[in-house]
């Protein structure tokens, strides 16, 4: 059962392939995502356009033009997108409400555009998501501590399959994640990747500026009581 939706509270939105299929099979389909994450945050209508980008093309130029394109208009965000992060066959997302169901429209644009780009890419049909998003509400301030850092080490599943057990290299772990494009963890490290997409003063004020130092204290100390679905 998902939580009511309410103006400036936090929720944990995430969702994985129907039958646990890959939703991103390659750079192409990870830059049209987080591009859809910046596209549809808006009350109005998409823009009508199909973006390709040639191969190792900073995706945030693109992004800047969007911006450019769009300081004509008053953008009006659906959702402050504080931390995203992509993996093979699912997505995390950590977001707040800014208007009244802006979580449901959002969600409802960005599941249904991605799977007409994915299904038209790849010449299928149906349904590409299992069933309808995940939501939890963060109710309490120890989830909120610990949540935007578990979304920003799910990567690390792809080296370290027991790293939540403790099980990684602490030097390794973060080098990887130095270089892991797919999620918002580069833009709070101190190096632009996709600052146009999230809305990062809220953690930046939150973790006092040191999100870095703090996320490497957390990776240290891994052991947690909270447990977190994947």
Known sequence: MKPRFVANEIYHIYNRGVEKRNIFVNDNDRFRFIHDLYEFNDESPALNIYYKFPPGQSYEVQLRKMVEQRKKELRKPLVEIL?????????????????????????????????????????RVGPLFQGRFKAVLIEKESHLLHMPFYIHANPLDIIFSGWKEKKFNFEKAIIF??????????DYAGKKNFPSVIQSEFLIDYFKGNYKKEMHAWLINIYSEISFES
């Open 83 to 123: 931390v995203f992060c992509l993996m093979e066959n699912h997505y995390h997302l950590l977001m707040r409400q800014n208007s009244e169901n802006g979580i449901v429209r959002f969600m409802q644009k960005l599941g249904t555009g991605y799977t007409n780009y994915f299904n038209t890419t790849y010449e």
């Open 177 to 186: 994640l130095n270089t892991y494009r797919w999620s918002s963890y580069l």
